[in-house]
């Protein structure tokens, strides 16, 4: 029996053309003709075309993000259905991966791409990325995987994968750990397996969450600033393994003075955050203070695992226990 894919279409550079008057790519593809420039596609699945919006991906919310993740969910529901693929902007792609990972309930492979040039440009990659996204999400192997961003013939796991490279075709990488496997003309090779895939299921979000990135003697202006605002969270993308400057520390010991949940990621792309060092400033110096420590997370990934987790968290016992799982 053929297989069935729904194919959800955002936006995106997949989805655009130049535009004389505009002087650039803007949206131009609508989510039918998209899939209609993959001829490979008609023997090979019998497609659903979801068009959920036609915009940037820097268009795309959080709040969107789990709204697709709701309606990932009724359709996989569907027992003829074998996979999903989404097409998205690159530009935000691994954050829309990643509340998909967290957020969905289905095992059932969903498998985001885009493309790098637009459907107007020379060497368009959109179709070939589509073919190869499409091809991951009917493949046996990717059952139970998680949600996997496919472009350029590279698996990569959405809690891992990042945008690295502004404009190369080969530009999603998952420094340190590389890609769950990779897509041939003649089969999908997966060469290692998820150990573990968090999750934080809750109806809503808090959207009223800040990620700041440290920067050599930065003060902590930006800091009183939220306070003043009284925002819900706020994510700090520190140096190494999460050290702030003094001025810093002392930002973030006055939003946990007014009870704001301070988590602290690495602005370095790999590796994790940790108490490594005691001097003034040291992420080891900012636990006595309640901060929490992000793992290996990006400051954008941990940013939406903090919106999700003050809705889902009873206490802050339990917000902190959503950032001990790796
Ligand atoms: N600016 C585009 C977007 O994210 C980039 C892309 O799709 O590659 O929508």
């Known amino acids: ?19 004389k008057a505009a002087g650039g790519l803007i949206p131009a593809v609508s989510g039918e003709d998209l899939l209609e420039a993959v001829p490979p596609l008609k023997d090979m699945v019998q497609i659903e ?18 709204e697709l993740a709701k309606l990932i969910d009724i359709k996989a529901s569907d027992k003829d259905v074998a996979g999903i693929i989404v097409t998205h902007g690159t530009d935000t ?14 095992k059932k492979p969903i498998c985001l791409t885009g493309a790098m040039r637009g459907a107007s440009d020379m060497s368009w990659d959109g179709p070939g990325n589509i073919l190869a996204a499409v091809r991951t999400a009917i493949s046996p192997a990717m059952i139970g995987q998680g949600v996997t961003v496919v472009l350029n013939n590279q698996i990569h796991a959405a ?6 490279h502004s404009v190369n075709t080969d530009t999603f990488a998952s420094p340190w750990w590389g890609p769950l496997g990779y ?5 999908v090779v997966v060469k290692r397996h998820r150990a573990k895939q968090q999750k934080i299921y ?4 808090e959207e009223d969450v800040y990620l700041l990135k440290v920067t050599a003697g930065m003060d902590g202006f930006l800091f009183d600033c939220l306070v003043k605002k009284g925002v819900k969270g706020i994510v700090v993308e520190g140096f190494g ?21 301070v988590v602290m990621a690495t602005r370095v792309i790999a590796g994790r955050v940790a108490p490594v060092y005691s001097y003034e400033g ?3 110096s900012l636990i006595p203070a309640g901060v929490i420590l992000a793992g290996e997370s990006s400051g954008q990934k941990a940013r939406l695992k903090l919106m999700l987790a003050l809705k889902a968290a009873e206490n802050d016992t339990e917000l902190r226990a959503y950032f001990k799982e790796r």
């Open 93 to 106: 792609i691994e954050e829309t991966a990643y509340m998909l990972d967290l957020s969905t309930h289905t």
């Open 202 to 205: 809750t109806d809503s979000l």
């Open 282 to 284: 040291s992420a080891g």
């Open 49 to 66: 075309v979801v068009e959920y919006s036609n915009v940037p991906s820097g268009h795309i919310t959080p709040r969107m993000m789990l």
């Open 241 to 261: 393994c999460g050290n702030v400057p003094p001025a810093v520390k002392r930002g973030i010991e006055l939003a946990r003075r007014h009870d704001i949940p």
């Open 159 to 164: 809690s891992e994968v990042t945008k690295t």
């Open 1 to 19: 029996m053929v297989k069935k894919v729904i194919a959800i279409t955002t936006g995106g550079t997949i989805a655009m053309k130049y535009d």
């Open 183 to 187: 897509v041939y003309d003649d089969c």
